[in-house]
C-alpha cells in the first residue's frame, strides 16, 4: 500500500487548496472501514492530527482548522480529500493522510506554503 497525496502549492492568505489522497494498492474492504485523517508537520514541530473522517462519514477537527477545513472520503476510488478554505500563514506545513487507527507507511506528503 502506498499513499499517494497531492494538490499542495504557494497561495496567499485567505485562499483555496484542495488535497488529495490515494491509498494506491489497497482493497475497498480493508479501506472502506477504516477512519482517515489528515496530518501535517510544520518545520520543527511535531506531526498533528487536523481532520479526520470514520467510515460512515462523521467527522472531527482540529480546533485551529475547525470551520476552514473540510474533510470527505470517496470509498470508491479509495481517496480522502480535504478542502482548506480561509488559509492561514500558520497553516504552512507538510500534510500527509493516513488510517486514524492503524498507521500505515507514510506517504512523501504535499507541501502547503501560506504567505501573507
Known amino acids: 500500500v502506498q499513499l499517494v497525496e497531492s494538490g499542495g502549492g504557494l497561495v496567499q492568505a485567505g485562499e483555496f487548496l484542495k488535497l488529495s489522497c490515494t491509498a494506491s494498492g489497497m482493497i475497498t474492504s480493508v479501506f472502506n472501514p477504516a477512519d482517515w485523517g489528515w496530518y501535517r508537520q510544520a518545520p520543527g514541530q511535531q506531526r498533528e492530527l487536523v481532520a479526520s473522517?470514520?467510515?460512515?462519514?462523521?467527522?472531527n477537527y482540529a480546533d485551529s482548522v475547525k470551520g476552514r477545513f473540510t474533510i470527505s472520503r470517496d470509498n470508491r476510488r479509495k481517496r480522502v480529500y480535504l478542502e482548506m478554505t480561509n488559509l492561514k500563514p500558520e497553516d504552512t506545513a507538510v500534510y500527509y493522510c493516513?488510517?486514524?487507527?492503524?498507521?500505515?507507511?507514510w506517504g512523501q506528503g504535499t507541501q502547503v506554503t501560506v504567505s501573507s
Open positions: 493516513n488510517q486514524v487507527s492503524n498507521i500505515l507507511d
Open positions: 473522517i470514520g467510515s460512515r462519514g462523521s467527522t
